[in-house]
């Protein structure tokens, strides 16, 4: 297969294993988000791939070649860390050139690949300018630059975006993915920002504890979460729980949205995106609460209404606003076609 291929992937730091088991198939030109909460293991996984952490077992094929035991320099990878590690004594062309040159490439196709690099990365005529004279932004373009400079095979970056500045981080995001695409070249990006990976990726692989989650084009982690952390991770949900009363019937929450658990399954969560609950009269809608909070964002309104000691949000644009208040009774709509039913 063209593309990257991770088979049982192993990696035990002592008795812990850091990455437990791991199985993933990446078609070339795929870019991919590795996200999931601190300690969960994802650099340690792309640290596997770039060859800068031997794996306890398992292994590493890539467009059909076995690279495990092959050291970083000979596996055609680019790589960015969140540190950049640009030579600051040198020009923003002599550190996009660096690798080059050290492979003894002639100086007319340096300057000429440089050029080109310049042009991809929207910094035309920068070559002369000292990187120490860079903003954030343009820093973070110069790294990428660097690694693409011998068009790898395979370009892996570990947080790259994350000590940008929110606006700024936003605006990489889309160039960093409009990038990738006019390359074609397979990326994986290690990050915890949710947000950032259902910008960037054709696949998000959600790891925790070690072990893959859900691996799954964006929305369909959004719109069918494996199970209930991942539902929470993504995004914002809301998490009811869902028991079986002493006659195994599902207790309200399941019954009103219609949903039943499956079988052999006593005890669950609904999961409802707050942008599909609906605000409507008392006792029109699936539940009844109280309004308890009101958050005008200008470009939404998000109602927190508390049903029974459980928050439920809703949120809504400024078209479809609820004219609700703080204390009034109201009741909740539940689209069944909207709900998931998920593991705890
Ligand atoms: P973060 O988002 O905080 O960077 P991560 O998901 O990238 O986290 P890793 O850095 O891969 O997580 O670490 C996974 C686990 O392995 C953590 O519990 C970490 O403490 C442990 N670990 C990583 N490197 C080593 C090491 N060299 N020796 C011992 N334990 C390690």
């Known amino acids: 297969m063209s593309g990257l291929a991770i088979n049982d992937i192993t990696k ?10 791991v199985n993933l198939t990446v ?14 293991g994802k650099t ?23 690279i495990t035991a092959l050291p970083t320099h000979k596996r055609n990878l680019g790589m960015v860390f969140q540190s ?20 003894g490439k002639p100086k ?17 005529d920068f070559a002369d300018r000292p990187v120490a004279k860079l903003s954030g932004g343009q820093r973070q373009r110069v ?31 889309v160039e960093l993915r409009q990038l990738q695409q006019r390359l074609g070249i397979t990326t994986i990006v290690v990050t915890h920002d949710q947000r950032e990976a259902m910008t960037m990726a054709d696949l998000v692989v959600v790891m925790g504890k070690g072990k893959i989650l859900q691996a799954a084009p964006p929305i369909e982690i959004y719109r069918k979460p494996a199970d209930a952390f991942v539902a929470d991770f993504i995004g914002i949900t809301n998490l009811l729980p869902i028991e079986t009363d002493g ?5 309200v929450l399941t019954a009103v949205a219609g949903l039943s658990l499956p079988a052999g399954m006593s005890k669950a969560s609904l999961s409802i995106r707050p942008e599909d609950v609906g605000v409507a009269a008392p006792r029109s809608g699936a539940l009844t609460g109280t309004v308890s909070f009101v958050r005008d964002l200008g ?3 998000e109602t927190f209404v508390d049903v029974g000691g459980t928050t439920i949000i809703a949120v809504a644009t400024p078209r479809e606003r609820p004219n609700v208040s703080v204390g009034q009774s109201v009741g909740i709509v539940l689209p069944p076609e909207s709900c998931v039913v998920l593991k705890p």
């Open 84 to 103: 950049l590690a640009l030579f600051p004594h040198l020009s923003v062309g002599d550190n996009i050139a660096y690798a080059l040159r050290i492979r």
């Open 143 to 173: 790294a990428i630059a660097r690694a693409l400079a011998l068009s790898p095979k395979l370009f892996l970056l570990d947080e790259p975006l994350s000590a940008l500045d929110a606006k700024l981080r936003e605006d990489m995001q």
């Open 299 to 301: 470009g939404t309104i």
């Open 12 to 21: 035990k730091f002592g008795d812990f294993s850091a990455v437990d088991n």
């Open 108 to 124: 007319e196709e340096q300057r000429k690949r440089v050029e080109d690099l310049l042009a991809l990365i929207h910094l035309p």
């Open 247 to 251: 006659a195994g019937r599902a207790t």
């Open 44 to 66: 340690t996984l792309l640290r596997m791939i770039a060859g800068l952490e031997e794996p306890t077992g398992g292994a590493i094929v890539l467009d059909g070649d076995d």
């Open 27 to 40: 078609p070339h030109g795929t870019f991919v988000c590795l996200l999931g909460p601190s300690g969960c």
